[in-house]
C-alpha cells in the first residue's frame, strides 16, 4: 500500500519562510507532486519532482529524496493569500500498469499578518 | 493550458434520488480520468479511475453499483450517485490526463459540492 504523511497545521507570519515536509511509503514511485487547495476548491499545481534535488519556481520551491521517501515544500516571502491547505501527492505505477496519484492529508497553512 | 470543466459545481438533493456530475476536457482529449472524493478538512480520497471505452477501476471500499461511472469519448466522464443518502455529502473532484501528458498531466476539475438532505 501507500503511506503518506504531512503535518496537519502550520502557522508562520507575513513575510516569513515556512518548510512543509512530506514522508511517503509506496512501490512503483513515479514523482512526487505538490498542490495548494484553498477551502470549497479543486486543487491547483505547485511543483512536480521525480529525481533528487530541489526544483525552485519563484517563491516556491520543491525539494525530494527519493531514498529517503523525503520531500518538502519551501514557501519564501509569505504572503496572506497563501493560507490554504499544501498536499502532498505520490505518482505510482500500479500493477494494472496505469500510474495513480495519492494524496496526503493536507497541511493547513495559516499565515498571520 | 488543459481546461477540464465539472458541473454542476453545487447540488442539493433529496435522500434517494440519483445526482450525475460531468466532466468535460475542453482542449484536450482525456484519456484517462480520475474521480475523488473529499470530506471536510480531509484530503482527497481516489475513488474510481476510468479509462475511455472500459470500465473502470474502483478503489477497495467504493461501491460500483452506487458510484457508477462512465467514460464514453475522450471529452466526457460521468459520475452518478446512485440512491443517494446524507453520508454521500461531499466534494466531488475530477482530474483528467491527456493523451500527450507529460508528467504534469493531471489537470483538476473545479468540484461538485454534494449535499444530501
Known amino acids: 500500500g501507500q503511506n503518506i504523511d504531512q503535518p496537519t497545521e502550520m502557522t508562520a507570519t507575513e513575510g516569513a519562510i515556512v518548510q512543509i515536509n512530506c514522508t511517503y511509503q509506496?512501490?512503483?514511485?513515479?514523482?512526487l507532486f505538490w498542490y495548494q487547495q484553498h477551502a470549497g476548491e479543486a486543487p491547483t499545481f505547485l511543483s512536480y519532482?521525480?529525481?533528487?534535488g530541489l526544483e525552485e519556481k519563484g517563491r516556491f520551491s520543491s525539494f525530494l529524496s527519493r531514498s529517503k521517501g523525503y520531500s518538502y515544500l519551501l514557501l519564501k516571502e509569505l504572503q496572506m493569500k497563501d493560507s490554504a491547505s499544501y498536499l502532498c501527492?505520490?505518482?505510482?505505477?500500479?500493477?494494472?500498469?496505469?500510474?495513480?496519484?495519492?494524496f496526503g492529508k493536507g497541511t493547513m497553512l495559516l499565515v498571520s499578518p | 493550458g488543459a481546461v477540464v470543466s465539472q458541473h454542476p459545481s453545487r447540488v442539493i438533493c433529496k435522500s434517494g434520488t440519483s445526482v450525475k456530475i460531468e466532466c468535460r476536457s475542453l482542449d484536450f482529449q482525456a484519456t484517462t480520468m480520475f474521480w475523488y472524493r473529499q470530506f471536510p478538512k480531509q484530503s482527497l480520497m481516489l475513488m474510481a479511475t476510468s479509462n475511455e471505452g472500459s470500465k473502470a477501476t474502483y478503489e477497495q471500499g467504493v461501491e460500483k453499483d452506487k458510484f457508477l461511472i462512465n467514460h464514453a469519448s475522450l471529452t466526457l466522464s460521468t459520475l452518478t450517485v446512485t440512491s443517494a443518502h446524507p453520508e454521500d455529502s461531499s466534494f466531488y473532484i475530477c482530474?483528467?490526463?491527456?493523451?500527450?501528458?507529460?508528467?504534469?498531466?493531471?489537470?483538476f476539475g473545479s468540484g461538485t459540492r454534494l449535499t444530501v438532505v
Open positions: 509506496t512501490s512503483g514511485f513515479n514523482g
Open positions: 501527492a505520490v505518482r505510482s505505477y500500479m500493477n494494472s500498469g496505469y500510474s495513480t496519484l495519492t
Open positions: 519532482n521525480v529525481l533528487d
Open positions: 482530474s483528467a490526463r491527456d493523451r500527450g501528458a507529460n508528467m504534469y498531466g493531471y489537470t
